[in-house]
């Protein structure tokens, strides 16, 4: 059974430019939720996707955009690069649904991350 | 929002050494994940426990949900376990699904 993976595991990229991070969520898992982990910091929500729309955001810019696709696969784009972009980003998948008219809050799984540096 | 804060922020250990990290937040929640994080970045699940208490090997953790806190427990500490431990939450309203990360606490198990 496949863990949650993520490609690249590196990027270089220089101010301006545009980058794309890919995900693909653990075995029978429907959500995919995007981290941004600066140096030295806990992980920062970016936003969350299930079936294929984002479902929530934390505070983040337009710069930063999403996709989900029909295999539950997940993108994450940011455009116009900053420096200060330069972090470490994981993918996180976990199952959704609702039991007993509860929404389900189920483990999240993270991926091994991409490292991105923007010079 | 929901805040979390860890303690201590670092600590050295000698190996066998037992420990105990702390994770106190602000408001009730009904998803409380305790994570590793090793060298190279990744998340290594722990724990999932909104409440009560729960073992495995050498680590143990108990969520107290009514006073807001949770204790991780490692015992017989090993230099594997060096690394960053993180406590992360989803508040009981209001916060969706999204984790909420602490600062985290930065173990390093010497021989």
């Known amino acids: 059974d496949a863990g949650v993976t993520q490609s690249p595991t590196h990027l270089i990229k220089t101010r301006g430019q545009q980058v794309t991070l890919r995900c693909s969520p653990k075995?029978?898992?429907?959500?995919v939720s995007w981290y941004q982990q600066a140096l030295g910091q806990g992980p920062q929500f970016i936003f969350q996707?299930?079936?294929?729309?984002?479902?929530q955001r934390g505070n983040f810019p337009d710069r930063f955009s999403g996709h989900q696709f029909p295999n539950y696969s997940s993108e994450l784009n940011v455009n116009a690069l900053l420096l200060g972009d330069s972090a470490l980003y994981l993918c996180?998948?976990?199952?959704?649904?609702?039991?007993?008219?509860?929404?389900?809050?189920?483990?999240?799984?993270f991926g091994p991350g991409t490292r991105l540096l923007v010079l | 929002g929901i805040q979390v804060e860890q303690s201590p922020p670092d600590l050295i250990l000698q190996e066998g050494a037992n420990s105990t990290l702390r994770c106190n937040f602000s408001?009730?929640?009904?998803?409380l994940q305790w994570f590793h994080q090793n060298p190279w970045g990744q998340l290594i699940n722990l724990f999932y426990?909104?409440?009560g208490t729960k073992q495995n090997g050498r680590l143990s953790a108990t969520t107290v949900a009514t006073e807001r806190y949770s204790l991780l427990y490692i015992s017989s500490s090993q230099t594997t376990d060096s690394g960053v431990y993180f406590c992360?939450?989803?508040?009981?309203?209001?916060?969706?699904?999204?984790?909420?990360f602490g600062t985290g606490t930065q173990l390093k198990v010497e021989l």
């Open positions: 996180a998948s976990s199952l959704s649904g609702t039991s007993g008219g509860k929404t389900l809050r189920e483990t999240q799984y």
């Open positions: 408001d009730s929640v009904n998803n």
């Open positions: 426990i909104p409440s």
């Open positions: 996707y299930y079936e294929e729309e984002e479902r």
């Open positions: 992360a939450v989803t508040p009981f309203t209001g916060g969706g699904n999204k984790l909420t």
């Open positions: 075995s029978g898992h429907d959500t």
